[in-house]
């Protein structure tokens, strides 16, 4: 006997579309769900400031999440780079400015984890915020950060030899996001070796492509689906 459920009933593509997302908000309202550290770390800046970027770093200088963008997040890099070190767990600096107005403000949350914040907030603001964040990673090794924010490895899938093979099997065009060609590609040549989400992006910023996480993860995802790629 077949049982029977409520997607199994379902003909219309905006019904399912619907069931989908109920799903989803089922999920999210079980005890159970626990929320990605992106999405903890968003609620609380969105708790303390108005509007901000941000960006949590590991000691060894990968982006574990981060919403800077462009020349904005370069600019964060090398600003951690020339200040974040000198830094114990648990002091901070305000270093300057991203763009006028836009403090700039590094906090050391552990030995293995920094939080960088800029906004338009005051001081105090932006460091009770910092300091939330900052609660929220203190316990957690690099390892675990890293497995939280879903900074996944990524290869060629074994039945490619090499980057030229993998790249013969992506269709000519991506009809579904024409945009992302270069990017999808980019990626592939990127894969000369497995190498993580937060070093794929990082590469991307490096040859001047500028694309959202959001958009590499669709990207990536387009690339497992059609077997060129796999995650680990």
């Known amino acids: 006997m077949s049982r029977w459920s409520p997607s199994s ?3 219309d ?15 999210c309202l079980s005890p159970s769900y626990e929320m990605s550290l992106r999405e903890k770390i968003e609620r609380l800046v969105r708790r303390w400031l108005a509007e901000a970027e941000y960006a949590i770093i590991s000691s060894d200088g990968q982006i574990v999440a981060s919403n800077f963008t462009g020349d904005h997040a370069s600019y964060m890099r090398e600003v951690w780079a020339d200040h974040g070190q000198a830094l114990k767990p648990g002091e901070f600096a305000f270093v300057g400015e ?9 906090c050391r949350a552990s030995e293995g984890a920094f939080v960088v914040l800029s906004s338009r907030g005051t001081p ?16 957690r090794s690099e390892a675990k950060l890293r497995e939280l924010a879903r900074d996944f490895l990524y290869e060629l899938d074994p039945r490619f030899s090499n980057v030229n093979e993998a790249l013969k099997a992506i269709p000519p065009t991506i009809s579904w996001h024409p945009t992302l060609n270069t990017v999808v590609r980019t990626i592939v040549t990127i894969l000369s070796k497995p190498i993580r989400l937060s070093q794929i992006l990082q590469s991307l910023e490096d040859l001047g492509i ?17 077997k060129v790629i796999r995650r680990r």
């Open 210 to 226: 500028e694309v959202s996480r959001e958009e590499a993860l669709k990207a990536l995802e387009y690339l497992e689906s059609i």
């Open 124 to 139: 105090g603001a932006i460091l009770l915020c910092a300091r939330s964040i900052c609660r929220e990673l203190r316990d």
């Open 98 to 106: 991203v763009e006028e107005g836009k403090r700039l403000l590094i």
């Open 13 to 27: 593509p905006h019904d399912e579309l619907t069931w989908r997302w109920l799903k989803l908000l089922i999920r």
């Open 9 to 11: 009933s379902i003909k």
